[in-house]
């Protein structure tokens, strides 16, 4: 009986022990509830800072994305803009090819000159097809031009799976992007075009005396949102490409093939309001700031200060910051000469023991060979210390 009893509180503590074990891996593991289902045929959510997903759904199908197409638009523009290749108040012709582009409108006329500033607004605000095909036109001389500028800029950005025939977004074979393509699009004209994105948030604009809104609704419905686009064609479904920023973090949510305005709409504010809730950002360390000090040998200096060439954005789930550990690593015997921006160690971030980001260090300031005494010097020094590990 005595070993029978024995036998048996063994067994019992051993259940409780690999209890214990597993509970503890649930808490390491599962650190946020799951995202909430969406009604939709795509969808993403991206942290802007960190470009960090906290959900997705079929984020990499090939989908229509009707006038969603038109963010790459406004892009490619805008990039023409910035590079001094176009102004603002340049004036476009609309063409009678533009002019009748069937869908949503601008309300232009044949032969109008238009500023640029003008059109893109009619791009953003009032989804216009013949704003988007007099800009196309006038920035690469056709619509079919324009599109291999789109594609060009698609593949330089990491858009895997995306293939643009036209400006717009009117059905087209060929034609297709994807969600997690949309956000990649999304957080670069944010990152680039900090000057220009509050038009995306412009709630109404007026052309030719016709008054026009913005056909997102979460502007209306939510102070921090403000962007980004909508989209509709029977192909596609009711798309909606939405941003919000809340205490200095930025979420980009995409939600393709919905059943409604108002689907979309309530999925793009399901997704930001589960990011939000469960999920914060941070900016660990700041670029060019120094972390640390170290030696270097044969140098006319005999220390150098590291750093990161860019901020240390992390993206976590909330209540956690308190879990993170940090921790520098830094190449031996460090020699001169060192250039400016030279990897000379990396930090690793871990999240409760799991790493989650590994950034490199690198040299703050170039650092030139010493004179040939204290190369010789450092040299008998470093042979000594070479030695004295050896014991």
Not at 106 to 133: C, H, P, T, W, Y
Not at 192 to 199: H, S
Request: include cysteine; hydrophobic fraction near 40%; glycine fraction near 6%.
């Amino acid at each position: 009986m005595n070993v029978f009893n024995s036998i048996f509180r063994f067994i019992f503590f051993c259940t409780l022990f690999l209890n214990a074990l597993h509970v503890n891996a649930q808490e390491m593991e599962i650190l946020t509830p799951a995202a909430p289902k969406i009604a939709a045929s795509s969808y993403i959510l991206m942290d802007y800072s960190t470009g960090k997903v906290l959900a997705e759904n079929n984020a990499d199908i090939k989908l229509a994305p009707a006038s969603l197409t038109k963010i790459m638009t406004v892009y490619v523009v805008l990039r023409e803009v910035s590079g001094g290749h176009l102004h603002l108040n340049d004036v476009a012709n609309v063409s009678q090819n533009a002019w009748q582009t069937a869908g949503s409108r601008m309300f232009v006329e044949v032969g109008d000159k238009v500023r640029i500033e003008d059109l893109l607004k009619g791009v953003i605000i009032q989804s216009g097809n013949d704003a988007s095909v007099t800009l196309a036109e006038h920035v690469a001389g056709s619509e079919s031009t324009f599109a291999e500028i789109m594609n060009q800029h698609a593949a330089r950005l990491g858009m895997l799976n995306s293939h643009f025939e036209d400006s717009n977004g009117l059905p087209i074979e060929n034609h297709y992007t994807t969600a997690r393509d949309l956000a990649i699009l999304t957080k670069a004209l944010i990152d680039e075009f900090p000057q220009y994105y509050p038009w995306f948030s412009q709630k109404e604009f007026t052309y030719n005396k016709i008054t026009q809104h913005n056909r997102n609704q979460l502007l209306s419905r939510d102070e921090t949102v403000d962007g980004v686009k909508t989209g509709f064609t029977d192909d596609a479904g009711y798309c909606l490409v939405a941003s919000a920023l809340r205490e200095n973090m930025r979420l980009i949510s995409v939600v393709m093939g919905t059943s409604s305005a108002n689907a979309r709409a309530n999925e793009n504010q399901n997704l930001l309001n589960y990011g939000f809730r469960f999920y914060e950002g941070h900016k660990l360390y700041e670029a060019k700031k120094a972390l640390s000090e170290v030696r270097v040998w044969k140098g006319a200096s005999k220390n150098v200060s590291i750093g990161l060439a860019n901020d240390l954005n992390l993206t976590i789930p909330r209540r956690h910051y308190a879990d993170l550990k940090a921790e520098i690593v830094v190449d031996k015997k460090i020699s001169a000469p060192i250039a400016e921006g030279q990897k000379l160690g990396i930090v690793k971030v871990t999240l409760k023991n799991e790493a989650i980001i590994t950034a490199d260090l690198v040299a703050l300031q170039s650092v030139e060979q010493g004179n040939i005494f204290q190369r010789l010097y450092d040299s008998i020094m470093m042979m000594r210390e070479k030695s004295s590990d050896k014991k």
